[in-house]
């Protein structure tokens, strides 16, 4: 009998120990609907089937918890230094970071910090790494320009025609009372300016552009130029002249950059002289060419 009574026990026992941890449930459910209900909040309906789901909650920095709160939807809610990972973890599945952003960033950056150098080490890898150490990168981050200072010139010369695209349009309305011919120049002139405070090294960035790998972005941002001056004047042309004016120009810009390098005038004041005698000369062909095209339609109408 010793056995079958030892047995019995064991299941009363049992059966206590399971009613204990049935009223300790009871009694936890009981106070969170309670602290729910003193928030303002609604209890939720529980049943047997009611499930509960601990949420992790991670100290966080003031600096760490402020980027959170860009990353991700503005639901989350943050109290003691910490936040709740759950709470917009499935909203933010659409709003994920692209790490090629921060690439685009860093590079702008980098090129931007670099010409502060380039007077000094000129249109070189040597600017690229002083322009990071400057902003607190590693020499490194230059491997995010595959074609080196080349990039930093390109970078210079897009960022000069935006500037001169501005510019001509803030100075349409004052350029009214001008000639075209004196629009031109104005324009021109504006755009050369861009150029003198890195004159000493300019040299070097010409040298650079003119190799075979980096021509076709040079003549790219030289028919900038030219269109935007043109439009700025005026110009209306849709026939072939549209090409030759534009192709002119370019001419003309470059023979008076290049004479520029060689200028110690004040002010450039002979670069701006060499710029009027190669416009005159550019408004004479103009000229011929029109006599030119006139003359050969009269011919082949008599004939």
């Given at each position: 009998m010793q056995p079958a009574i030892t047995g019995l026990r064991s299941r009363h026992q049992s059966k206590a120990v399971l009613a204990t941890f049935l009223r300790l449930t009871d009694s936890a459910r009981t106070k969170s609907c309670a602290v729910i209900d003193q928030s303002g909040g609604a209890a939720p309906e529980l049943t047997e089937t009611t499930s509960f789901r601990l949420v992790p909650r991670i100290p966080v920095s003031a600096a760490r918890r402020e980027h959170f709160s860009r990353r991700y939807s503005s639901s989350a809610e943050f109290s003691g230094g910490s936040f709740n990972v759950s709470s917009s973890a499935s909203q933010s599945e659409h709003q994920q970071h692209d790490p090629a952003d921060d690439a685009i960033d860093d590079r702008i950056l980098l090129l931007e910090a670099s010409l502060n150098?380039?007077?000094?080490?000129?249109?070189?890898?040597?600017?690229?790494?002083?322009?990071?150490?400057?902003?607190?990168?590693?020499?490194?981050?230059?491997?995010?320009?595959?074609?080196?200072?080349?990039?930093?010139?390109?970078?210079?010369?897009?960022?000069?025609?935006?500037?001169?695209?501005?510019?001509?349009?803030?100075?349409?309305?004052?350029?009214?009372?001008?000639?075209?011919?004196?629009?031109?120049?104005?324009?021109?002139?504006?755009?050369?300016?861009?150029?003198?405070?890195?004159?000493?090294?300019?040299?070097?960035?010409?040298?650079?552009?003119?190799?075979?790998?980096?021509?076709?972005?040079?003549?790219?941002?030289?028919?900038?130029?030219?269109?935007?001056?043109?439009?700025?004047?005026?110009?209306?042309?849709?026939?072939?002249?549209?090409?030759?004016?534009?192709?002119?120009?370019?001419?003309?810009?470059?023979?008076?950059?290049?004479?520029?390098?060689?200028?110690?005038?004040?002010?450039?004041?002979?670069?701006?002289?060499?710029?009027?005698?190669?416009?005159?000369?550019?408004?004479?062909?103009?000229?011929?060419?029109?006599?030119?095209?006139?003359?050969?339609y009269t011919v082949n109408r008599l004939l």
């Open positions: 150098f380039v007077g000094d080490k000129g249109w070189t890898h040597a600017a690229l790494v002083s322009g990071a150490r400057h902003i607190g990168l590693s020499p490194a981050v230059i491997g995010l320009l595959p074609r080196g200072p080349a990039e930093l010139v390109e970078y210079f010369e897009n960022k000069c025609n935006e500037e001169l695209a501005s510019q001509l349009q803030n100075n349409k309305e004052a350029w009214q009372g001008l000639r075209m011919t004196q629009r031109v120049r104005a324009g021109l002139k504006l755009r050369l300016q861009m150029i003198a405070p890195y004159i000493e090294t300019w040299a070097q960035a010409i040298s650079i552009r003119s190799q075979p790998r980096n021509v076709s972005v040079t003549i790219e941002h030289l028919a900038q130029i030219t269109d935007d001056v043109w439009h700025a004047a005026g110009d209306q042309s849709t026939d072939y002249n549209w090409y030759t004016k534009r192709g002119l120009l370019a001419g003309v810009y470059t023979a008076t950059e290049l004479y520029m390098l060689t200028d110690y005038s004040p002010g450039f004041a002979d670069t701006w002289d060499v710029l009027d005698r190669r416009l005159k000369d550019v408004m004479t062909m103009g000229r011929l060419m029109g006599q030119v095209h006139t003359f050969s």
